[in-house]
């Protein structure tokens, strides 16, 4: 899709400049600015008010240093970020990730999709993300302990639970967030509700942990439903195997589907049969190993190399759960090839533009990132809520909250497409409905 608007054309042109080099930060800004175009027709007054000019500019940056101290005695030294970029609608909110890919660029990305995400879910919740290049892979628990605290004794000084409130993402799950709490309480001298994703015996809530994934498949089960398909007898592949994958992968098989692959960084497991999830939990959350010990314990099944392969599988919908940029349009091309009629992204940009507008071409029923996995971030809120009330509810209780927020999120999405010509289109839906609350807000509150 070509820009035509010069005011957003020269908008992005900016954003490039400024940001050299950062190309997920370009391309996340991208698609948002080209789903505006109409919008911003419709309204000039966000223009003078300087709205999207002050929303692709971060509030502030905050970069440092994170020292710690290996099994062997020696420090190393890694880089942590924490990237607020809007808190016009409520507090920063937004996980934190460890990868050794980690930088501005994708931080950015992260925070900058994460407001309209956040908006989206119709809770109060600004948008912000952060993490750092550590890489827990091969970490002994010690390690992680230190590196958590080191990052939480600088981390500290910037969040609150009515500032800030960070939870996890990629290679941060409730060990993490565990140590980082731990830490926050020490030094701060305060039990508040400073992280979500928390353990359920210390303020965390109950749901949070299947919370994206579950969000993603009643996501995808509204998009199914309206397109008169279901998940029942349908065959799923997921990519990733972590907290997100896992948990897409349990309620797709309780909605009826047989999931046929996953994966991790390294290649896939598939089998025909269905995947047995027990053991990729057991896999993957006790035994912290690689997806490819499947294969050893499931002789039907088998392992491939390279995970991206994985989109060669015949399915007929694709849960892309694992990071940015997973599938490409040799990907795109090879699920529409082999009859796939959905794509539902529980990862945040996981589809290249190419390719989402070949699947988009092609037919293929697409939910975007910022819709399809907002569940997550729902729950951190439900989270929040509980922790203020000093009460928790019942799993059933956040779940069916859960269901209802999502089947929210797929309204306004699906509303908003129409209202701007475009109906189907989710992707112009969720960046249109998740922008006009910030912009109101952001308007009101006097931005400029
Ligand atoms: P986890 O760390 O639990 O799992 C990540 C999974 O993705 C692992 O299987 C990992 O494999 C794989 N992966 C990570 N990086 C790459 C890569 N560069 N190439 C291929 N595979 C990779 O993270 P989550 O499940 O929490 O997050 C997955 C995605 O979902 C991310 O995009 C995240 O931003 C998004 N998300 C997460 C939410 C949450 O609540 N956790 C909420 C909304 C979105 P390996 O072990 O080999 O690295
Ligand atoms: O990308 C995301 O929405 C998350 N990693 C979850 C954020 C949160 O605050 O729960």
Redesign the pocket.
């Known amino acids: 899709m070509a820009i035509t608007n010069e005011y957003i054309k020269n908008l992005l042109c900016e954003v490039k400049e400024r940001n050299p080099g950062e190309s997920e930060f370009h391309q996340a800004v991208e698609e948002v600015l080209e789903c505006l175009e109409p919008v911003i027709e419709k309204h000039p007054e966000y223009i003078n008010a300087g709205v999207l000019a002050n929303l692709v500019e971060p509030d502030r940056i905050i970069k440092f240093r994170v020292p710690w101290v290996d099994d062997s005695g020696t420090v190393r030294v890694n880089r942590g970020y924490r990237i607020q970029f809007n808190n016009a609608i409520g507090p920063y ?3 934190l990730r460890f990868h050794p890919s980690v930088n501005e660029s994708i931080i950015k990305f ?1 925070g900058f999709e ?1 407001i309209f ?1 956040n908006s989206l879910t119709g809770l109060p919740l600004g948008g912000a993300k952060g993490g750092s290049d550590f890489d827990p892979k091969g970490k002994s628990d010690g390690e992680i302990m230190r590196f958590c605290q080191s990052f939480m004794t600088e981390l500290c000084k910037y969040i609150g639970a009515d500032v800030d ?5 990629i290679g941060v799950g409730a060990r993490e967030i565990g140590y980082m709490f731990g830490q926050y309480k020490r030094i701060r001298g305060e039990f508040t509700g400073v992280l ?2 928390k353990g359920i015996t210390y303020g965390g809530s109950l749901a949070r942990k299947e919370a ?1 994934g579950f969000g993603l498949c009643y996501f995808t089960d509204e998009m199914l439903h309206e397109a008169g398909k279901t998940f029942d007898g349908a065959r799923v592949v997921i990519s990733g195997s972590g907290n997100v994958a896992i948990y897409a992968a349990q309620k797709a098989i309780e909605l009826g589907a047989t999931v046929v692959a996953m994966s991790d960084s390294d290649g896939y497991a598939y089998d025909e049969n269905g995947i047995d999830l027990e053991l990729v939990k057991n896999i993957k959350e006790i035994r912290r190993e690689r997806i490819s010990e499947y294969t050893s314990e499931r002789d039907e099944a088998t392992y491939r190399v390279g995970s991206k392969n994985i989109w060669t599988v015949p399915c007929d919908i694709a849960l892309p759960c694992a990071t940015q940029n997973e599938l490409d349009l040799g990907g795109a091309r090879a699920l529409v090839g082999n009859g796939c009629f959905a794509v539902a992204e529980g990862a ?1 940009m996981p589809t290249t533009p190419d390719a989402i507008a070949y699947l988009m071409a092609n037919g293929v029923l697409f939910a975007p990132a910022k819709a399809a ?2 569940g ?2 729902a729950t ?1 809120g439900l989270e929040m809520a509980q922790n203020s009330m000093r009460y928790s509810w019942s799993f059933d209780e956040v779940d069916s909250k859960l269901h209802e927020i999502v089947k929210n999120i797929y309204k306004s999405c699906s509303d908003a497409a129409r209202v701007y010509g475009k109906e189907g289109d989710l992707v112009m839906g969720a960046n249109i409905a998740g922008f006009l609350k910030v912009a109101e807000a952001m308007r009101s509150q006097g931005a400029v």
């Open positions: 909110k937004g996980g992260l994460q995400k409130v960070p939870a996890g993402d979500t994703g994206t945040n996995n907002a997550g971030v951190s």
